[in-house]
T-cell receptor
Framework: DTGVSQDPRHKITKRGQNVTFRCDPI?????LYWYRQTLGQGPEFLTY????????KSRLLSDRFSAERPKGSFSTLEIQRTEQGDSAMYLC??????????FGPGTRLTVL | DQQVKQNSPSLSVQEGRISILNCDYT??????FLWYKKYPAEGPTFLIS?????DKNEDGRFTVFLNKSAKHLSLHIVPSQPGDSAVYFC????????????FGKGTRLSVIA
């Protein structure tokens, strides 16, 4: 399977804990995006990488969130001191062309 | 404020009939529009797109229409099939650089056999 993969698919954590998600994009794609989707909403943009450079961050990305793409391949999204409001589906997408984004299956985070 | 609006949360259509999903936008800088389809427990899957220089794009059973003056687009699926039952998201991209996609809230389509 050469699509976008995300790990883990599900994560349950207690409030205040740190969590880290991983995204492996399609291998030749240089652009990588993180989105968050909550119930009844469409995906909302969090941040964007072109190769290893983080070029844009949404106002949704508070100081507790950090994302990296160290070698321009896989990316990680870390949430520190999780809050119940962080419960959501975290989606990763990759692309060669900016608007043709291919999404992974997402990581569903539940903060208790 | 929602820049991309899908005002119908759900739609039910009989198998074989036409499904019409609507989307409105407010940002006149949007120059590219996409429809994504999402099944439960999966990420959104790209379905069809249209550039703002066109008013129609067709791909098999799927056709997207764009009315720039009304800032409105629609997705037509004909004939509708039970496998089309999913949540459909309208998304738009601004022409100012590498901007991210802006999504609507989605419309849940149920195709009844």
């Amino acid at each position: 399977d050469t699509g976008v993969s995300q790990d883990p698919r599900h994560k349950i954590t207690k409030r205040g804990q740190n969590v880290t998600f991983r995204c492996d994009p399609i291998s030749e794609h240089n652009r990588l995006y993180w989105y968050r989707q909550t119930l009844g909403q469409g995906p909302e943009f969090l941040t964007y990488f072109q190769n290893e450079a983080q070029l844009e961050k949404s106002r949704l990305l508070s100081d507790r969130f950090s994302a990296e793409r160290p070698k321009g391949s896989f990316s990680t999204l870390e949430i520190q001191r999780t809050e119940q409001g962080d419960s959501a589906m975290y989606l990763c997408a990759s692309s060669l062309i900016a608007w043709e984004q291919f999404f992974g299956p997402g990581t569903r985070l539940t903060v208790l | 404020d929602q820049q991309v609006k899908q005002n119908s949360p759900s739609l039910s259509v009989q198998e074989g009939r036409i499904s019409i999903l609507n989307c409105d936008y407010t940002n006149s800088m949007f120059d590219y529009f996409l429809w994504y389809k999402k099944y439960p427990a999966e990420g959104p899957t790209f379905l069809i797109s249209i550039s703002s220089i066109k008013d129609k794009n067709e791909d098999g059973r799927f056709t997207v229409f764009l009315n720039k003056s009304a800032k409105h687009l629609s997705l037509h699926i004909v004939p509708s099939q039970p496998g089309d039952s999913a949540v459909y998201f309208c998304a738009a991209r601004s022409n100012s650089g590498n901007t991210p996609l802006v999504f609507g809230k989605g419309t849940r389509l149920s195709v009844i056999a």
